[in-house]
């Protein structure tokens, strides 16, 4: 799974400051940088009520962000909504690398990238905790952390931020490594003196500091890693759509040329000939529901609907998926099939399963990835299915397990697992 998000995220990344697709240029000052709506939208609570509010902007092929943001920050931020997840802070400006994170999470809760605070705030935490469990070695993030961070985001006239998770990260590190900090004679002095918390952070870490004492606190546990949210679709962004795909009896879903490009290579093939289409009809023979739920997909992977049938809705999931090249949604079924498969070896549930991917009436499909999958975990479990579930027995005997190709595989692995055993 982690290989086709990495192949996502490639793609998309190939859109970035392109032309391809775009309707929109972001400026700054001097700094002219082609877009695409809907990225911004999705990643940004602000671009998106800039391009779904009432104002001209929303309608305007420019976008002014002024002059008050560092362009090589605005640049990087960008581009990590384009999934340039690496951003290389010792390239910005700033005087250290912490320091440049510090400024990349307040442009980012400038801008609400919720995503690009997350990730920040994970880089800085790691890299702070490492740096005082490294004391001695180099006292500069450190100084730097006492001197200006503190003071710039928990401090009396500290930054309005609207997201408190960096100062939140902030004091978790100052808890977890005060015995470094209380010898530091900087931190002492400005502690002191009132310059480094405010009033409500000077009063937790008192509070943290006085359980210590009482021995009825427990030492805090640093959290350096959160999960980065992805983008979610909203119904809101049809206003946002630039083509239309035309499934089942005419229905129309309002979708982006560069999201349907970036996860399908069907729609990339069809949008490469002709990029000025803004229509594009499938095969009416699909299924107007699981069509729906692919092209949801595209714009929320975690997209679900559970049904009784599960293994024949997965299964028809996979083959719409395959058909237009949907590698990540049909790696994602794929898996949750096999999930399913794996509840119980014993259930009457199984062999069930297998017939519906390996069957004598799934012939259509015998060379899909499913069922070799499928198929491969029947053979891996056939010890288990033989010995514990009935119905798998009756199935195979009956020939309503297998069409004639994978009998004879199973047969031809069956005798080879006996010859290995004698």
């Known amino acids: 799974m982690g290989s086709v998000e990495t192949l996502r995220s490639s793609r998309l990344l190939k859109f970035y400051s392109s032309s391809r697709y775009s309707a929109v240029t972001v400026r700054l000052g001097d700094l002219l940088l082609p877009a695409h709506r809907i990225i911004l939208a999705q990643n940004s609570v602000y671009f998106k009520r800039a391009f779904l509010g009432r104002f001209p902007v929303a309608s305007s092929s420019i976008i002014d962000l002024g002059e008050d943001d560092e362009p090589d920050m605005?640049?990087?931020?960008?581009?990590?909504?384009?999934?340039?997840?690496?951003?290389?802070?010792?390239?910005?400006?700033?005087?250290?690398?912490?320091e440049a994170m510090v400024d990349m999470f307040v442009l980012a809760d400038k801008y609400d990238v919720e995503s690009l605070r997350v990730s920040v705030c994970n880089h800085f935490t790691r890299a702070m905790d490492i740096a005082f469990s490294n004391v001695g070695k180099n006292l500069t993030y450190q100084h730097c952390f006492i001197t200006s961070i503190i003071p710039r985001i928990c401090g009396p006239s500290a930054l309005q931020l609207a997201d408190k998770t960096l100062q939140q990260s902030i004091l978790d590190l100052c808890k977890e490594h005060w015995t470094t900090l209380h010898r530091d004679p900087d931190f002492c002095t400005l502690y002191g003196t009132g310059q480094l918390f405010d009033g409500d952070h000077v009063s937790e870490l008192g509070q943290y500091l006085q359980s210590l004492l009482d021995s009825s606190g427990k030492k805090v546990r640093l959290e350096c890693w959160r999960t980065i949210p992805e983008p979610r679709f909203e119904e809101c962004f049809e206003a946002l759509s630039d083509v239309q795909v035309i499934y089942g009896a005419g229905e129309a879903f309002f979708a982006h040329k560069i999201l349907l490009s970036v996860n399908s290579a069907c729609f990339n093939d069809v949008l490469e000939q002709s990029s000025n289409c803004h229509r594009i009809t499938l095969d009416r023979k699909d299924n107007p529901d699981l069509v729906l739920i692919m092209l949801y997909e595209i714009y929320d992977p975690d997209h679900v609907i559970k049904l009784d049938?599960?293994?024949?809705?997965?299964?028809?999931?996979?083959?719409?998926?395959?058909?237009?090249?949907?590698?990540?949604?049909?790696?994602?079924?794929?898996?949750?099939?096999?999930?399913?498969?794996?509840?119980?070896?014993?259930?009457?549930?199984?062999?069930?399963?297998?017939?519906?991917?390996?069957?004598?009436?799934?012939?259509a499909e015998t060379h899909t990835k499913l069922s070799e999958e499928v198929f491969k975990?029947?053979?891996?479990?056939?010890?288990?299915?033989?010995?514990?579930?009935?119905?798998?027995?009756?199935?195979?005997?009956?020939?309503?397990?297998?069409?004639?190709?994978?009998?004879?595989?199973?047969?031809?692995?069956?005798?080879?697992?006996?010859?290995?055993e004698t």
């Open 74 to 98: 605005v640049r990087a931020m960008i581009k990590f909504m384009y999934g340039g997840r690496y951003i290389d802070y010792s390239r910005l400006p700033g005087g250290n690398i912490v």
């Open 377 to 420: 975990r029947c053979v891996e479990d056939a010890k288990t299915l033989f010995e514990e579930n009935k119905t798998f027995l009756k199935m195979l005997v009956g020939g309503t397990l297998f069409n004639t190709k994978y009998a004879g595989r199973f047969a031809a692995e069956m005798a080879g697992i006996n010859t290995k």
């Open 309 to 363: 049938e599960w293994a024949a809705y997965i299964k028809e999931m996979c083959a719409v998926t395959q058909k237009y090249g949907l590698e990540n949604s049909n790696t994602r079924h794929r898996s949750r099939f096999l999930e399913g498969m794996k509840e119980g070896t014993h259930k009457p549930s199984y062999p069930l399963a297998v017939a519906r991917v390996c069957g004598p009436d799934s012939s």
